[in-house]
């Protein structure tokens, strides 16, 4: 299948600072990425969808000012997480689409811990 | 999307067949049935899709009932590295389109 690939995998960063994701697709060309938010024990919850060249689509409820996602190509997507605090400590995935039939292929993750 | 339903967690012994199972009773004629699971801070992997005919991979089989309204995803020898949490998810399968997860269906190989 096709390969998504995110980085860091792990950060920990202070209260107070941004932090950025990078999710790649590394053999493939994808005009519309996912980014999705896990918490313990919880299923996966869609962020936003990040279309190439264009403003992402947020979920009710997500606060596009604190989660900046930029898709500048087809095969970058960042999320930067500003004024990162405690609570939006998570397990951060992005996914991307590798063909017509709509399967998503994901990335490995971004566990992200803010003290 | 077509809201599905699996039961919260299922045992299966090594060696046997898992049969993971999935109501998604309102799909509409348009919306492909996607499998994947998660292994444990790992991000989802796909295992496989369909419409209305069964499939079969290399990872697993997908049985779709004919009035399609459910479907069963089988692992035909069930290994400790098939411990995960499993999802169904029904969607069109336009690129771009997203896809919301449920509460899956946590699968424990049992030794």
């Known amino acids: 299948g096709a390969v998504v690939s995110q980085h860091p995998s792990r950060v920990i960063c202070k209260s107070g600072t941004s932090v950025k994701i990078e999710c790649r697709s590394l053999?493939?060309?994808?005009?519309?990425m996912f980014w999705y938010r896990q918490f313990p024990k919880k299923s996966l919850m869609l962020m936003a969808t990040?279309?190439?060249?264009?403003?992402?689509?947020?979920e009710q409820g997500v606060e596009k000012d604190k989660f900046l996602i930029n898709h500048a190509s087809l095969t970058l997507s960042t999320l930067t997480v500003t004024s990162a605090h405690p609570e939006d400590s998570s397990f951060y995935i992005c996914?991307?689409?590798?063909?017509?039939?709509?399967?998503?292929?994901f990335g490995e993750g971004s566990r992200l811990t803010v003290l | 999307d077509a809201k599905t339903t699996q039961p919260p967690s299922m045992d299966c012994a090594e060696g046997r067949a898992a049969n993971l199972p999935c109501n998604h009773s309102?799909?509409?004629?348009?919306?492909?049935v996607y499998w994947y699971r998660q292994i444990h801070s790992q991000g989802p992997q796909y295992i496989i899709h369909?419409?209305?005919n069964n499939e079969t991979n290399e990872m697993a089989s997908l049985i779709i009932t004919e009035d399609r309204k459910s479907s069963t995803l089988i692992l035909p020898h069930a290994t400790l590295r098939d411990t995960a949490v499993y999802y169904c998810?029904?969607?069109?399968?336009?690129?771009?389109?997203?896809?919301?997860f449920g509460t899956g269906t946590s699968l424990t190989v049992i030794p």
């Open positions: 996914s991307a689409s590798g063909s017509g039939y709509g399967e998503l292929f």
């Open positions: 053999d493939f060309q994808a005009t519309t």
């Open positions: 990040s279309n190439e060249g264009s403003k992402a689509t947020y």
């Open positions: 309102t799909i509409s004629g348009n919306e492909y």
């Open positions: 369909g419409l209305k």
């Open positions: 998810i029904a969607s069109p399968p336009n690129t771009g389109n997203q896809f919301y």
